[in-house]
T-cell receptor
Framework: AQTVTQSQPEMSVQEAETVTLSCTYD???????LFWYKQPPSRQMILVIR??????QNATENRFSVNFQKAAKSFSLKISDSQLGDAAMYFC???????????FGTGTLLAVQP | EPEVTQTPSHQVTQMGQEVILRCVPI?????FYWYRQILGQKVEFLVS????????KSEIFDDQFSVERPDGSNFTLKIRSTKLEDSAMYFC?????????????FGEGSRLTVL
């Protein structure tokens, strides 16, 4: 069975600094997708970034980028130039290809210090 | 910006009662989902729905649960006889395409408290 592990329950970063959130996953599939979702206090989960497993190039969305290490089954999220609005719970998630079932990690609560 | 809306935001019910959680997905979306998050635990997939039928469900989604799209706009989750362990935040989501290629848009959740 596929699993997603986030080993950092909480992280803290200074405004304008860079922080990296860790995620590892376990799967025997070759066709899958990885996601980072942000859940602010408003509770609505918002997609931050998405990575297809078949792509070697790491995904980037503005200040957000990932370090996708397929062999190591690692998928970390880097937030550059952290802003106060980045404070939220961040979930790493896995999706097996051709399915609709997202498997989430337990989340990392990110605090941004002014 | 279009969004997924859920009602109620919070419902308190007695054990054994039926509960219906409602969701209005984004209008041009074709795939609909329910997830739940028990307090302090991870978000878990319950069910996906496409073309008026369940396309995938988890082992959590037993006979006590059902989903329906009664009128072409609402997407409901019904729990027939609630148990204490059903207390959780329930999230509805929708997407234009299947999950791997279509971004899931989540609602703000409905908190269910079973006493």
């Amino acid at each position: 069975a596929q699993t997603v592990t986030q080993s950092q329950p909480e992280m803290s970063v200074q405004e304008a600094e860079t922080v990296t959130l860790s995620c590892t996953y376990d799967t025997s599939e070759s066709d899958y997708y990885l996601f980072w979702y942000k859940q602010p206090p408003s509770r609505q989960m918002i997609l931050v970034i998405r990575q297809e497993a078949y792509k070697q190039q790491n995904a980037t969305e503005n200040r957000f980028s990932v370090n996708f290490q397929k062999a190591a089954k690692s998928f970390s999220l880097k937030i550059s130039d952290s802003q106060l609005g980045d404070a939220a719970m961040y979930f790493c998630a896995y999706l097996k290809g051709a399915t609709n079932k997202l498997i989430f990690g337990t989340g990392t609560l990110l605090a941004v210090q002014p | 910006e279009p969004e997924v809306t859920q009602t109620p935001s919070h419902q308190v019910t007695q054990m054994g009662q039926e509960v219906i959680l409602r969701c209005v997905p984004i209008s041009n979306h074709l795939y609909f989902y329910w997830y739940r998050q028990i307090l302090g635990q991870k978000v878990e997939f319950l069910v996906s729905f496409y073309n008026n039928e369940i396309s995938e469900k988890s082992e959590i989604f037993d006979d006590q649960f059902s989903v329906e799209r009664p009128d072409g706009s609402n997407f409901t989750l019904k729990i027939r006889s609630t148990k204490l362990e059903d207390s959780a935040m329930y999230f509805c989501a929708s997407s234009v395409r299947t999950g791997s290629s279509g971004e899931l848009f989540f609602g703000e959740g409905s908190r269910l408290t079973v006493l």
